[in-house]
């Protein structure tokens, strides 16, 4: 079975600071995406990739970034948290064209903002 | 831009009584969505419940069906008789063909059977 591995599960961060989330598949997918889950907002888009060394951005993407140095690893960054970026977050891989195409998603990061 | 309304934020339902979930969708970009359901279990990550590519067919997995309607732009979640292990948050989601960016999600819908 697909594996889609985040880290850390839970992390407590400065405003100010700089936060990184971590997600790692084993899938052998191409496509790997973060969300962020809010309460009355279900899941949101931030930025996703193709592939090694590309990334998009998503319909939230301000205040993120995002890098994919490999197939296998694509990291969200705060470059200067906030708490309204205190949220639920999910990482997610899928395979373009396949013929049983679905999402992968990791167990989620929740982030809090102080 | 693409939608997805889920109007029943939690469902509280008994075992063994029926459960239907409702969800409609909106799109202005994507000609012919791919409509999914995803269900996350209590200390388990979101996965994929059941899928639907063409409208006017039908979508089953573990006891639940959808089905897609075009007319009416909706994708219910039906279950004739639901057990306690189905507790759980239901998403109902959209795409592209290959959803290369991203799907669009439903608030989701907690549902609590009980025994």
């Known amino acids: 079975e697909a594996a889609v591995t985040q880290s850390p599960r839970n992390k407590v961060a400065v405003t100010g600071g700089k936060v990184t989330l971590s997600c790692n598949q084993t899938?052998?997918?191409?496509?790997m995406y973060w969300y962020r889950q809010d309460t009355g907002h279900g899941l949101r888009l931030i930025h996703y990739s193709y592939g090694a060394g590309s990334t998009e951005k998503g319909d939230i993407p301000d205040g993120y970034k995002a890098s994919r140095p490999s197939q296998e690893n694509f990291s969200l960054i705060l470059e200067l948290a906030t708490p309204s970026q205190t949220s639920v977050y999910f990482c997610?891989?899928?395979?373009?064209?396949?013929?049983?195409?679905?999402?992968?998603f990791g167990h989620g990061t929740k982030l809090s903002v102080l | 831009g693409d939608s997805v309304t889920q109007t029943e934020g939690q469902v509280t339902v008994s075992e063994s009584k029926s459960l239907i979930i409702n969800c409609t969708y909106s799109t202005t970009s994507i000609a012919y969505p791919n409509l999914f359901w995803y269900v996350r279990y209590p200390g388990e990550g979101l996965q994929l419940l059941l899928k639907?590519?063409?409208?006017?067919q039908k979508g089953s997995s573990r006891g639940f069906e959808a089905t897609y309607n075009k007319e009416t732009t909706s994708f219910h979640l039906q279950k004739a008789s639901v057990q306690e292990s189905d507790s759980a948050v239901y998403y109902c989601a959209l795409g592209e063909n290959n959803y290369a960016q991203g799907l669009t999600f439903g608030l989701g819908t907690r549902v609590s059977v009980f025994p």
């Open positions: 997610a891989s899928g395979d373009r064209g396949a013929l049983n195409e679905r999402l992968f």
């Open positions: 639907v590519i063409t409208a006017g």
């Open positions: 899938n052998n997918h191409n496509n």
